[in-house]
């Protein structure tokens, strides 16, 4: 990849990992994707939990 080639990043929380859903803090798995605009594919994709260090 080069610095000139366009990238677009997008995270989606996945609805139907959810835990804890009646506290404030609550607990989840989200997939965040990273597509090449130059290329037309997806490049990386790395899954996230938000109670974990990512």
Not at 10 to 16: Q, R
Not at 27 to 44: I, W
């Amino acid at each position: 990849m080069s610095l000139s080639e366009g990238l677009s990043v997008d995270g989606k929380s996945l609805k139907n990992t959810v835990s804890d859903y009646d506290k404030a803090q609550q607990n989840f798995m989200s997939l965040v994707s990273v597509f090449s605009q130059k290329r037309g594919l997806v490049v990386a994709v790395q899954e996230m939990e938000n109670k974990k260090v990512s």
